[in-house]
């Protein structure tokens, strides 16, 4: 996740420092969050609710019993994690799905109602549930056709209004008599939106949520958007009582400050986060996991979560097998290859890890991974089983099939062949040690 780098970048510096003093002052306190303000700010954040949040850690921070501890830094680390935390929301909060399980999204033209809806029925597919997607964007005649495709491309049933039709109230009554013959058991309902709030589209939108008597009222807002956004989600929330937030495109905004201060604004959880283009890249908003990959402590629970969706068991022990006999081909290469792939671009995987955050200019070259899979996408299935048959005519070939140089072609069979040398000898080292005698057991 791109979203909170810039922030992420200089947190984690200005934290790294405090931790390398042995004992602390109020001097260092006051230095190291003067520095986080004007990172908050930089990053986008409201300047009240950065003011606000800075008093509160301060007010902490300086405690007696903080300044003398053993690791006084280390300390202050925690309370400004626990603080983070608390500024995204605290404890995760789950839809409320109580019969007759309606969720209503709005938001501002642009914003990812439309696509956050089919994703949101996604998610909700696939924790067993019967979404149905239901059409009321009446402005904008591209968003029936867009759910429709959506909804199609999904699995979910949806429901278009009649062609001409303008009163958004009679389509939602409609709705309703379509969805009890349809057997779903959660209803989402994709609105109109403008380029700014107005009257008009407020009015439409309370006759709307009147009619309908939505469980859930969530605003779908561009993360990207910066303070605009915390505008738009006060001004949603007093004209429609928000229950939650869903926050779009948070994979490519690098300072992601609006995402801090809507939650506080509002008063309202964020409930999902849209990470990525792909239908699947839509999660639940964990606060405390958030908070700690921000902070370079990684995020190891959704990491093994997402692995656990992704990978297909048999196959990674089958995987794993092969590199320990050395007989890894490089249709296992592909293999494994295609299975990380699944689990999303690898510096968001990469970022889950702890301490991945504190490295400076770390990048994943997406451009070359997709070099080198063309590169043995190119290999007939005997050449990757026995790469060693790859002469320097078939080379050529590959090069030319894959797009690329044969230095490349050349360069990925070396360190290939490196790597199965490594795998061999790391058999062959556990053979050796299996021979030796555990400590303690000779004599019997």
């Known amino acids: 996740m791109i ?13 790294k420092d405090l931790r390398g003093h042995g004992t602390i002052s109020e001097t260092n306190v006051n230095d190291a969050l003067r520095l986080v303000r004007l990172a908050l700010l930089e990053a986008d954040v409201h300047f009240q609710v950065a003011k606000d949040f800075i008093a509160k850690v301060k007010n902490k921070a300086l405690g007696q019993e903080v300044l003398r501890s053993i690791t006084p830094g280390q300390q202050i680390v925690k309370i400004f994690h626990d603080e983070l935390t608390q500024l995204l929301g605290g404890e995760i909060e789950p839809l409320n799905l109580n019969k007759p399980a309606r969720i209503m999204l709005v938001g501002l033209h642009g914003s990812g109602k439309t696509t956050s809806a089919a994703k949101l029925a ?7 549930k019967s979404p149905l997607l239901v059409a009321c964007d009446l402005q ?22 009649e062609a001409g039709q303008q009163d958004v109230v009679k389509v939602g009554l409609e709705a309703l008599g379509w969805a009890q013959t349809q057997g779903g058991n959660v209803q989402i309902f994709d609105t109109a939106g403008r ?3 107005d ?5 439409e939108l309370k006759r709307l949520r009147d009619a309908l008597q939505p469980q859930e009222i969530l605003l779908v807002c561009d993360a990207a958007t910066g303070q605009q956004a915390v505008n738009v989600a006060r001004h949603f929330h007093e004209a429609l009582g928000l229950t939650g937030l869903i926050l779009t495109k948070l994979d490519g905004d690098a300072r992601g400050g609006a995402a801090l201060s809507m939650r506080e604004v509002t008063q309202r959880p964020i409930k999902f986060a849209g990470v990525g283009e792909r239908i ?37 022990a089958r995987l794993e097998k092969k590199m320990r006999t050395a007989s890894f081909d490089f249709n296992d290469f592909l293999a494994q290859f295609k299975m990380l792939r699944r689990m999303g671009p690898l510096e968001n995987i990469l970022g889950m890890l702890p301490g991945m955050g504190n490295m400076k200019g ?17 290999m007939t299935p005997g050449e990757r089983k026995s790469p060693d048959i790859l002469n320097a005519r078939r080379r050529q070939r590959i090069a030319r099939g894959s797009g690329t140089s044969v230095t490349e072609v050349n360069t990925l069979l070396q360190r290939f062949s490196q790597m199965r040398k490594l795998m061999k000898n790391a058999g062959q080292m556990k053979k050796m040690l299996a021979r030796v005698p555990r400590a303690g057991a000779g004599g019997r």
Request: hydrophobic share 45%.
């Open 3 to 15: 979203v909170f780098s810039q922030l992420a970048d200089k947190l984690q510096d200005i934290f």
């Open 122 to 128: 996604f998610y909700l597919k696939k924790q067993g």
């Open 140 to 161: 904008r005649p591209a968003a029936i056709d867009q759910l429709a495709q959506l909804a199609d491309k999904v699995g979910v049933p949806v429901f278009r209004p």
């Open 195 to 197: 380029l700014e709030i």
């Open 199 to 203: 009257g008009t589209l407020v009015e």
């Open 280 to 316: 699947d890249q839509f999660e639940p908003f964990y606060p405390e996991r958030l908070a700690g990959r921000i902070l370079g402590m990684g995020d190891v629970v959704s990491l093994v979560e997402r692995a656990a969706e992704s990978i297909d068991e048999e196959e990674a």
């Open 362 to 378: 770390f990048s994943v070259d997406e451009k070359q991974l997709r070099r080198i899979e063309a590169i043995v996408l190119s």
